[in-house]
């Protein structure tokens, strides 16, 4: 029996309470989840681990482990399905579950890296995983034939059931289980060839769509633990501020409030026994904060400080080739633009929250934290909870639940942190921290604002002799984790401006290039946001390339595939868009407005992107967007129609930030504090995609951002070719496209 | 007590006045399934039936709904998942992460009572809840398949399920 099992029977199996949502029933969660399983909620009982990866249960369920996290992007299912392409079993039985970071701790990080982010799920944990699930055949093969006294090579394994052909016997996997579990694990594995995969790439629903069409699905926000309490956090509106003062008498007599709780230097928190109360309440609390220098700040001070940065004598440099600025000098004609992205708020739709019991001992010492979250890193939650408990990783656990939407919000830890500070003040009590959705857009981790200046050489031709990329603005890794600055450069920034790699290789050949960054960071703080500096970049680069095809008269796709010739996988996606949209062609008429095209093309996140977008703007100026086409290699694919969920959803989220999207700053905060002032793509906006999907093989990009990279150039160029109109700064809204 | 009679149950509860339904569903009734989305009745997360028509319960006093009045949540849409709404929703793959969906499919509900056949100019002037994953093309691939019977093959998504069956 492993470790992990010991721990489990150890602990007493205490777990999900499969909670009724019948009108007493509120779901219960107990104190311990080691592993959350169906199977055992249902009384099977517990059957040991076969490897770390999967645990077959008497009935033939099998129990993946998935170590990332789950937060509408689909790979729950994908990695399941990775694992099960080489476990060989009956799909039909397939059940999940979260292990613990606190568990991957303790067993030497046996399922490696938790971080959900950079569309990293797969890409990066494929071949261990599918390596978790052909060890446990391997191993499970091998009990049986134990058991029969056969070689294992003349064993064979479908769908769970193992066959011996020589003697006729069949068994299957939960029969061997328990045995197979006692095995030493083989040490070499040997993985399928592609051509020979049964699951992987099959468009197979979801493994968790049931309960969230039921309301049954748990989200952190939903989580309820006996005698738990509920608090609401008000941190001071300006970034760097303080708390000067709070009157608690004010609110101390309001029904169910227990305190009034100072968390840090900046932020203040009531408890109460429900969360209206404690919102309610914190309502009505009087606070008053010393707001500090940078109340000082607003939208037009960063973007002087970024328009600084522009034409600045410093910068690091991120791809290099000749030299750019004589090329430039000495070009006959020259073509230069500036552009700027603004701030963007995740606005995950479940806002940020936590569940905190923190447990003492003798003398009041705190001795173990437990977390309940929805994060998209277990283990850094795991280090952000024991670093604000003062305690070693090894005494607190964090058992996640799944997310109600992350985008990349959920990968750092503040709210956990404050969650964590509040409930020290309440030991051996759960309390459960949520964000208002005033708190959340006031305190998010914006997307980083930059502005770029584009400069290129072009020869009588009309070719491209010269190019200067020069990016002003925000660095994500000096705000969020400076200590992975190189040598106080963000390699991060480049992302899609690469010479080579996978987080994205420019695509174009230009002879002499140099794409450099002037770090300018504001005070606001930055994070990273679905599709991070890719998003910019492509902005960028697209909408110069359509600049500089309009200026020379060439047509952006002839362009772009002269100048992405070198670069066949680029190309590839561009031009089956073009294809599929009907470039060349006039595109038909909708309700008698005229229809026009626009292109953009990046790589990014290990995939190769293309979007085609049609859009028609009206004489009043009113912008419609009918249809995009839009192409992804990711070089594997392995579900494909959640590959189309992931692409159609990129639109949403590119759309929504490049129509209305833009955080503003006056007196040093955050001036859009809700959905009504911050408005999203609903469904009246929403074009129809056509996702087209054409793995090449041999390598494994993400497919949860790249897409959205090209939402805006695509729709900026297409707003171009419709009226002339070279929108150079986002979002739209702010913008008239009525004809002049 | 004040009564509530939610999915065809008399609840008795004790909130203050001016305490949201939504609040009063979620911590005194203990029915999670509808969601606090901005609290502001801009995103339709916390989207019940009043009777029989779609309502954002984050900006309707508890104490204001009529004894008599039916509320229809998420739990209570059908017996066991088995509306034809929820039936495509599952067929297609709708949710992302989830957390909009209940509203969504409430919406969505209240929409078909309305208009049996809607066009999409009228699942876009029905459906107006904020999704940030990005499902509404399926959502209104649902509502359409839902609407026309039920065969989500009209889809054409080409789902395979863990049963064997093709959607």
Known sequence: ??????????????????????????????????FVRDAEAQGVAAAPEVNAWVVVQPDDTVIIRIARSEMGQGSLTGLAQLC????????????????????????????????????????????????????????????AADEWKVPVAECTVADSVITHAGSQRTTSYGKVAAAASKLTAPTEVKLKDPKDWKLIGKRLARLDTVDKTTGKQVFGMDLKLPGMLNAAIKDCPVFGGKVKSFDAAKIASRPGVKKVVKVGDSA??????????????????????????????????????????????EAFVGNQAGDAKKAIADAPRKVEAVYSYPFQNHATMETMNATVKISTGAGGAIERCEVWCPTQNGEAALAAAAEAAGLKPAQCDVYKLNLGGGFGRRGAHDWLQQAVHIAKEFPGTPVKLIWSREEDMLHGKYHPITQCKMVAGLDAQGNVTGLHMRISGQSILAGLAPQNLQNGKDPVTFQGLNPGGAEGAFGYAVPNLLIDHAMRNPHVPPGFWRGVNLNHNAIYVESFIDEIAAATKQDPLALRRKMLAGSPKHLAVLNAVAEKAGWGKPAPDVDGQKVYRGLAQIMGFGSYVAACAEVSVSDAGDLKVHRIVAATDPGHAVNPQQIAAQVEGSFVYGLSAALFGGCTVKDGRIEQDNFSSYPVVQMQHMPKVEAILMPSGGFWGGVGEPTIAVAAPAVLNAIFAATGKRIRDLPLKNHSLKKA | ????????????????????????????????????????????????????????????????????????????LSPNGGHPLQKAWVALDVPQCGFCQSGMIMAAAALLKSKPNPTDADINAGITNICRCGT????????KVAAGGGDAKTAGLSIQHADGSLT
């Open chain 2, 1 to 76: 007590m004040a009564k509530l009679n939610v999915n065809g149950k008399s609840h008795e509860y004790q909130a203050d006045p001016g305490t949201p339904l939504l609040w009063v569903l979620r911590e005194q009734l203990g029915m999670t399934g509808t969601k606090y989305g901005c609290g502001v009745a801009q995103c339709g997360a916390c989207t019940v039936h009043i009777d029989g028509v779609a309502t954002r319960s984050c900006v309707v006093p508890a104490e204001t709904v009529k004894a008599g009045s039916k509320i229809t949540t998420i739990e209570g």
């Open chain 1, 268 to 313: 203040v928190a009531v408890v109460a026994d429900t969360w209206w109360h404690a919102k309610s309440a914190l309502d009505a609390l009087p606070i008053e904060w010393d707001e500090g220098p940078n109340a000082k700040a607003s939208s037009a001070t960063i973007a002087a400080m970024l328009k600084e940065g522009l034409d600045a004598p």
């Open chain 2, 136 to 143: 509404y093309n399926r959502v209104r691939a649902a509502i």
């Open chain 1, 1 to 34: 029996m492993s470790a992990v099992e010991s721990t489990v029977s150890g602990a007493g199996r205490r777990r999900f309470l499969k909670g009724s949502a019948a009108a007493a029933g509120s779901l219960v969660v107990s104190f311990h989840i080691p």
């Open chain 1, 84 to 143: 099960a392409e080489e476990l060989e079993c009956n799909w039909a039985k397939v059940r999940t579950e979260y292990p613990t970071p606190g568990q991957n701790l303790a067993r030497n990080r046996v399922w490696g890296n938790f971080s959900t982010g950079g569309s990293r799920g797969i890409r990066e944990s494929n071949e261990y995983v599918r390596k978790g699930g052909a060890t446990a055949r391997m191993m499970l093969l091998q009990a």
